[in-house]
Structure formats: structure tokens, C-alpha cells
């Protein structure tokens, strides 16, 4: 999937996909890495995740002192 570059966008979806499953293949030389599609559906689930996980944290109330 991620030795070719990709033909069109279900390709560079579905690299995209591989690369959010495993990120490692990111440190790889993959013509895929390269493509603009599949860099920003990475870049937009990372900050959907990300954004996930704030706004998780924010609803919760976490005490920062030992309860009484």
C-alpha cells in the first residue's frame, strides 16, 4: 500500500489509514509519505484525536490536592 505512491484518493486514504495504524512507516523513505493527501488526513486525525483528548480532560474534574 505504502510502496507506491497513490493513484487517487481512496489510495492516498487508504496510505493514510496505514500510517495512522502504524506511524512507524512515517520514518520510512515510502513514496507515499510524501503525498499532500495523505499528510494532511494524518495531520487532521492527529489533531482530532488530540483535540479528543483535551476536551475529555477539560469535562473532568481532576483534583490537584490530596481530598481532606
Given amino acids: 500500500m505504502v510502496q507506491s505512491p497513490p493513484a487517487g484518493v481512496q489510495d492516498a486514504l487508504a496510505s493514510a489509514a496505514a500510517f495512522v495504524i502504524c506511524p512507524y512507516l512515517l520514518l520510512g523513505e515510502f513514496p507515499a509519505v510524501r503525498d499532500p493527501i495523505v499528510i494532511g488526513a494524518d495531520l487532521c ?13 477539560d469535562r473532568r474534574e481532576y483534583s490537584l490536592v490530596e481530598p481532606v
Avoid at 486525525?45 to 480532560?57: H, K, N, P, Q
Fill in 45 to 57: 486525525v492527529a489533531l482530532t484525536v488530540a483535540w479528543s483528548g483535551f476536551r475529555y480532560i
